[in-house]
Nanobody
Framework: QVQLVESGGGLVQAGGSLRLSCAAS????????MCWFRQAPGKERELVAA????????LYADSVKGRFTISKSNARKTQYLQMNSLKPEDTAVYYC????????????????WGQGTQVTVSS
């Protein structure tokens, strides 16, 4: 069993930066693929970025490529999402998720979820 707790959300002006963290508890974190999804009001939850168990492979949504960076520290059992050049359309609740095995792109394939953290970007 894995528990995930996100932090780092908040209110920022367009063009600003935030770093989200997702702290994990439980065993076998080192073997888990991790990711961030987000859900804006009235929209479906979408994959933002994903990283494999050792950080050797990453995947990004086209809308965040070049602006967001996902990373993972197995020693700290924490994954991060560095978000730069934020835009109002990045406003959403951001969720951390994990699964054992390879990266997947759909939410139903992730077994463990955090409670979400709100990111609001003002124009």
């Amino acid at each position: 069993q894995v528990q995930l707790v996100e932090s780092g959300g908040g209110l920022v002006q367009a063009g600003g930066s935030l770093r989200l963290s997702c702290a994990a508890s439980g065993r076998s974190f080192n073997s888990y693929a991790m990711c961030w999804f987000r859900q804006a009001p009235g929209k479906e939850r979408e994959l933002v970025a994903a990283i494999n168990w050792n950080g050797g492979a990453t995947l990004y949504a086209d809308s965040v490529k070049g602006r967001f960076t996902i990373s993972k520290s197995n020693a700290r059992k924490t994954q991060y999402l560095q978000m730069n050049s934020l835009k109002p359309e990045d406003t959403a609740v951001y969720y951390c998720a994990a699964r054992s095995g390879a990266i997947r792109t759909t939410q139903r394939e992730y077994d463990y979820w955090g409670q979400g953290t709100q990111v609001t970007v003002s124009s």
